[in-house]
């Protein structure tokens, strides 16, 4: 019985050394993209083996922090639509999912392994699936209008993870937030038809 305890025990530490390691690995990848995973375990407290027999390599340590980043997010957007308005909702939504796509960008632009491809195609559908369902709540209050496809909203979001670092980037990403919310409203007026 004690072996099988013993297993569980471990077990369970690893889990914790891992999301303690995830957690902190954001944190220090938002303050300097170029920080080392030395740098990392030392914040998190823990020896580098540990660090490494979790995340054997950088890309692989940046892949799960943007993959469990963007799940976490994906899961808030009922938790958001209970505590603000849809479309202020989207507006913090559509925010963090660019602090975290501005990580996987600042680093990644090296991230052209297959396994790399493979986890940010994964956050595809899923991110989709929440921008839709935010878009949703905020077509039925009227602030949006229906029938906008998220995959085309996601790529005008992506302006957003591609503006300068600091304070100007920041105030910037504001502002096309702000085009890409008006772009959204229900039109009135002369409805111009999208070319066939």
């Given at each position: 019985m004690a072996p099988e305890s013993s297993s569980g025990g471990r077990r369970s530490d690893a889990q914790r050394n891992r999301s303690r390691i995830l957690e902190v690995a954001y944190?220090?990848?938002?303050?300097?993209?170029?920080?080392?995973?030395?740098?990392?375990?030392?914040?998190?407290?823990?020896?580098?083996?540990?660090?490494?027999?979790?995340?054997?390599?950088?890309?692989?340590?940046?892949?799960?922090?943007?993959q469990e980043e963007v799940e976490q997010l994906v899961g808030s957007v009922d938790r958001m639509l209970e505590h603000e308005e849809p479309l202020d909702a989207f507006r913090s939504w559509a925010r963090k999912l660019a602090a975290y796509a501005r990580i996987k960008h600042g680093i990644?632009?090296?991230?052209?392994?297959?396994?790399?491809?493979?986890?940010?195609?994964?956050?595809?559908?899923?991110?989709?699936?929440?921008?839709?369902?935010?878009?949703?709540?905020?077509?039925?209050?009227?602030?949006?209008?229906?029938?906008?496809?998220?995959?085309?909203?996601?790529?005008?979001?992506?302006?957003?993870?591609?503006?300068p670092?600091?304070?100007?980037?920041?105030?910037?990403?504001?502002r096309l937030l702000e085009l890409i919310v008006d772009a959204l409203r229900p039109r009135t007026g002369v409805q111009v038809r999208p070319p066939k």
């Open positions: 944190r220090a990848f938002s303050d300097d993209p170029d920080v080392s995973l030395n740098s990392i375990a030392k914040l998190v407290g823990v020896g580098a083996g540990t660090l490494y027999r979790h995340f054997p390599t950088r890309e692989a340590l940046l892949l799960a922090v943007y990644g632009e090296a991230l052209t392994s297959p396994e790399a491809q493979e986890v940010i195609g994964a956050t595809w559908t899923p991110v989709s699936r929440a921008i839709a369902r935010l878009l949703a709540a905020a077509a039925e209050r009227g602030e949006v209008r229906e029938g906008v496809d998220p995959d085309d909203v996601i790529l005008l979001l992506s302006a957003l993870w591609r503006v670092e600091g304070e100007a980037g920041l105030a910037q990403a504001d």
